[in-house]
């Protein structure tokens, strides 16, 4: 049976079709997930909507499953005497739950063609970290949930800009150790 060149046509831009969704699927969609982060040297025991109970030990984090409206959380210590029993109501597609209440910061960081990026940060307010100043306003978080970030804890930033028309920005959310290690690598004045 011979193949037209039309078919042929439709059968290469079927595959290339294919293809490219594979790709995207597979290396560059970002995957939605609700992580549970424990940055201190402590281990906890919790419960996510009395469901099963999880541990999360030191410098761990741990993915759970969320709904999204309001959800309830059980943290208990390591000798498992419940240290509190609290909701958070979840409205995007990826959050982060601290159950140490440690210090978080969530940082934003600029993308495009032609941008100078240095006017856009020091035109911001600085945020005082113990006792020092630091550019670009980074947020403190340290309540038990938060959903204001693109990027969560165990992600990096785009490396490549995928827009160069106009000027975009992403925000992340970091451990504090990792915030102060990352300004002092990415913010040279």
Not at 39 to 60: D, H, L, R, S
Not at 141 to 154: A, E, P
């Amino acid at each position: 049976m011979k193949i037209s060149p039309s078919t042929k046509g439709l059968i290469i831009s079927l595959i290339t079709v294919l293809l490219a969704f594979g790709i995207y699927f597979l290396f560059l969609a970002k995957k939605n997930y609700y992580l549970v982060d424990n940055p201190t040297e402590n281990t906890y025991y919790f419960k996510v909507n009395n469901g099963e109970e999880n541990i999360i030990t030191a410098g761990q984090k741990v993915e759970v499953d969320l709904n999204k409206g309001k959800n309830m959380i059980k943290v208990f210590d390591d000798q498992k005497k419940m240290l509190y029993d609290s909701g958070f109501v979840v409205n995007k597609n990826r959050g982060l739950l601290n159950i140490a209440h440690q210090d978080y910061y969530i940082n934003e960081q600029f993308y495009g063609y032609g941008l100078n990026k240095d006017s856009l940060i020091t035109a911001r307010k600085n945020t005082n970290i113990d006792g020092k100043l630091y550019v670009n306003s980074p947020l403190k978080f340290n309540k038990l949930y938060t959903d204001k970030f693109y990027y969560n804890i165990d992600e990096d930033y785009d490396q490549v800009i995928k827009n160069v028309q106009k000027i975009e920005s992403r925000t992340k959310i970091f451990r504090k150790a990792d915030f102060l290690k990352y300004y002092k690598e990415y913010y040279q004045f």
